[in-house]
């Protein structure tokens, strides 16, 4: 009879059991959860939206559009805030369309929208900026916020799905336009960026176009988050555009990284910046084919350091300090519509009556 072999000791099982486990654990880091005292939930946002809209009726108004796409519907919230809305035509006026939160995992972007609409309406301080002519400008505009242009990927995020960006259907919203739609890059990966079943498949994408249509925004900027860049058109190809008006927006760009975050930011078009090409993108479209005269760009914040899977932290500040900097003074959007018109040299009475061009020719005087 053949010897068996020795039994290792249960204690020794037992370690390597635990080693076993250790590693694994090691190599699976826990994943940053969503820091539920700092953020709002998305119900408790749009509730917060509800209320600061119902204070400031005379400035504010919210549309609840909602519409469907082969069995998959979508609603999105648009606030417009029109100084003395009930006096002054609005064709007179400057129009500044401003999307957060096209990708669901980047919930600091609908923070900031939340703040933007505080801004202009109860909490008018910004770190080292004169806001003493600060209504006056605001009589000029006509801005609408979509703060959370994805609800239904962003819920699906709320539920534990922290790495996903696409809508409630796995369709990537800034990959659903029309300009260059459905080419795909050697190392295009399904989950990131699909691009849906033909240019706007997706009820989002349809309402946000019609917005562009009726609206006919001047400024156009689409906030995301994972890095810190402000991009001008294209996304698709490594150029930007020719032209007067291209040279205005890389202006524009230029001195508010210079004059704002100390040059800190990639500054040019998003192909030629990002370090890959991105097709079918709303600012593409924005510029080809909704002739919109300045459509943005704008990453307001990422964690180089963080994991990649561990995507709360790569695309949201986790800690309250630093979530407070991004959502107030380097609160992007805000920063750059002040810039534009509260600066020292700024004409923007003279042209707020002129046709786009003319628009852009006034805005360049700005800098
Ligand atoms: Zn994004």
Same mark, same amino acid.
């Given at each position: 009879m ?15 059991l635990?080693?076993?486990?250790a ?20 119900d ?30 979508a ?14 035509d ?56 979509v &703060?959370? =242009?994805?609800?239904? #990927?962003?819920?699906?995020?709320? !539920?534990? @799905?922290?790495?996903?960006? +696409? ?22 990966? &399904?989950? =990131?960026?699909?691009? #849906?079943?033909?240019?706007?498949? !997706?009820? @989002?994408?349809?309402?946000? +176009?019609?917005?562009?249509?009726s ?9 995301h ?7 001008? &058109? ?12 291209a ?9 508010l990284?210079?004059?704002h ?28 084919i ?28 986790v ?25 020292d ?14 628009v ?8």
């Amino acid at each position: 009879m053949a010897a068996s072999p020795p039994r290792p000791p249960l204690r020794l099982l037992t370690l390597a059991l635990a080693l076993t486990v250790a590693s694994a654990v090691k190599i699976s880091a826990p994943h940053t959860p969503i820091s539920r005292d700092i953020y709002h939930s998305s119900d408790s946002l749009l509730d917060e939206i509800k209320a600061l809209v119902a204070r400031h009726s005379d400035k504010l108004s919210m549309d609840a559009v909602k519409t469907s796409n082969k069995g998959y519907s979508a609603e999105l919230f648009v606030v417009t805030f029109n100084h003395m809305k009930e006096s002054v035509d609005n064709g007179s006026k400057v129009h500044i369309l401003l999307s957060f939160g096209q990708h669901g995992r980047e919930l600091i972007t609908s923070e900031v929208a939340l703040r933007l609409l505080y801004i202009l309406t109860e909490k008018r301080k910004i770190a080292g900026v004169d806001l003493s002519s600060f209504e006056r400008v605001l009589e000029n505009l006509v801005i609408k916020v979509v &703060p959370m =242009e994805n609800l239904n #990927g962003r819920k699906r995020v709320e !539920e534990g @799905e922290l790495c996903d960006r +696409r809508n409630g259907r796995g369709v990537d919203l800034n990959r659903n336009w029309s300009v260059d739609w459905g080419k795909k890059e050697k190392d295009y990966d &399904p989950y =990131e960026e699909n691009p #849906g079943i033909a240019p706007f498949s !997706e009820p @989002e994408a349809q309402i946000m +176009r019609e917005l562009s249509r009726s609206f006919k925004p001047h400024i156009w900027v689409n906030v995301h988050s994972g890095m810190e860049a402000l991009f001008m &058109p294209y996304d698709h190809k490594n150029t930007t555009p020719n032209g007067a008006s291209a040279h205005l927006m890389r202006s524009v760009l230029e001195n508010l990284n210079h004059r704002h975050f100390q040059d800190s930011c990639l500054v040019g078009s998003g192909g030629g910046s990002v370090g890959y090409l991105a097709h079918g993108t709303t600012t593409d479209y924005m510029h080809d084919i909704a002739k919109v005269p300045m459509p943005f760009t704008f990453e307001i914040y990422g964690d180089e350091k963080a994991s990649t899977d561990d995507c709360f932290k790569m695309f949201n500040p986790v800690d309250k300090t630093t979530f407070d900097v991004r959502k107030s003074s380097l609160h992007v959007p805000t920063i750059f519509f002040v810039a534009l018109f509260l600066s020292d040299n700024h004409c923007f009475c003279q042209h707020s009556t002129e046709s786009h061009q003319q628009v852009v020719h006034g805005i360049s005087h700005t800098f």
